[in-house]
């Protein structure tokens, strides 16, 4: 079945550093979708890409499609205290009938 | 208010019961979902349902039963022969599950078995 990978599980930086989160799939997606889950929350959904090779920004968040639609990026420039917490990518298996895959997710750790 | 509740909270059983979790939406939506997430892990699915009165199989469904005899209501009954029931239950909805339309979760109920 299809597998959605995340790097890095963990990410401590310093508050104003920047973050980058990848994701990889075993299969060719037909779309990704980014979630947010704070400490003690749930995911909610921040973003979804659909083109290949498609940019997509939000303030200091920017996101990426490859150009093969195998895997995606979530960059965060100068990192803010707001930041913390889960980032999951889950995607969607191009022609599949599966839904969904999410990540294991990328805990990102701000220190002041 | 449009949204997803999930109650209780937090749920405390003792070993060998069966609990049941309760999920509401009044979004309008057919496809409703149930993930289990432990700490520092991911979402792992269990159970999904894409219209009233149809439901699936997740990856990690042993252990658990549910039910959509409302499109507002999906419960999630944890069973004693799950071995390992103590996690944070998420339920989810989104409006079609073969699309790829966004999921919107619940604030979750953290069970702790004892």
């Known amino acids: 079945g299809q597998q959605v990978m995340q790097i890095p599980q963990y990410q401590h930086v310093q508050e104003g550093e920047d973050f980058t989160t990848y994701c990889n799939s075993s299969t060719t997606l037909s779309n990704i979708q980014w979630y947010k889950q704070r400490p003690g929350g749930h995911p909610v959904f921040l973003i979804q890409?659909?083109?290949?090779?498609e940019v997509k920004k939000q303030k200091r968040l920017t996101f990426q499609f490859g150009e093969a639609k195998k895997n995606s990026s979530l960059h965060i420039t100068a990192t803010q205290t707001t930041d913390v917490g889960t980032y999951f990518c889950?995607?969607?298996?191009?022609?599949?009938?599966?839904?969904?895959?999410f990540g294991k997710g990328t805990h990102l750790i701000i220190q002041p | 208010d449009g949204g997803i509740t999930q109650s209780p909270k937090y749920l405390f059983r003792k070993e060998g019961q069966n609990v049941t979790l309760s999920c509401e939406q009044n979004l309008n939506h057919d496809a409703m979902y149930w993930y289990r997430q432990d700490p520092g892990q991911g979402l792992r699915l269990i159970y999904y349902?894409?219209?009233?009165?149809?439901?699936q199989k997740g990856d990690i469904a042993e252990g658990y039963s549910v039910s959509r005899e409302k499109k507002e209501s999906f419960p999630l009954t944890v069973t004693s022969a799950q071995k390992n029931p103590t996690a944070f239950y998420l339920c989810a909805s989104s409006l079609d599950r073969a699309s790829s339309y966004e999921q919107y979760f619940g604030p979750g109920t953290r069970l702790t078995v004892t």
């Open positions: 889950a995607g969607v298996e191009r022609g599949g009938a599966d839904g969904l895959t």
């Open positions: 890409l659909v083109k290949s090779g």
């Open positions: 349902s894409q219209i009233v009165n149809d439901f």
